[in-house]
Nanobody, 128 residues
């Protein structure tokens, strides 16, 4: 049974930092483009960032560009999201998701594509 799990969320003051991690069992993440998406109550789901299978290509939502950094370590089967200068509007449940792509790059529709696997989410709360 495939399991994808996020960790690293928590409560932080505005301006602070958090590092999210995503690992998987019975699933080789290196075969997938990976994304971080977030969902806040009362808002639509939002794609935060996506990374190609090799880590060579990344893309970010305008709302997090310059503050968040996505990375991966395929030797550890782990995806990361370094979040700096956090703002109250970053408060959300954060999910990692895996998208099998024949060429390993993020889909042009990475914000809305139907992902193959999802984690259960980790809560990030930023206080003002």
């Amino acid at each position: 049974q495939v399991q994808v799990a996020e960790s690293g969320g928590g409560l932080v003051q505005a301006g602070g930092s958090l590092r999210l991690s995503c690992t998987a069992s019975r699933l080789t993440l290196a075969n997938y483009a990976m994304a971080w998406l977030r969902h806040a109550p009362g808002k639509d789901r939002e794609g935060a960032s996506c990374i190609s299978w090799s880590g060579g290509r990344t893309t970010y939502a305008d709302s997090v560009l310059g503050r968040f950094t996505i990375s991966r370590d395929n030797t550890k089967n782990t995806l990361y999201l370094q979040m700096n200068n956090l703002k109250p509007e970053d408060t959300a449940m954060y999910y990692c998701a895996a998208d099998y792509r024949p060429v390993g790059y993020c889909s042009a529709s990475w914000r809305s594509v139907e992902y193959d696997y999802w984690g259960q989410g980790t809560q990030v709360t930023v206080s003002s």
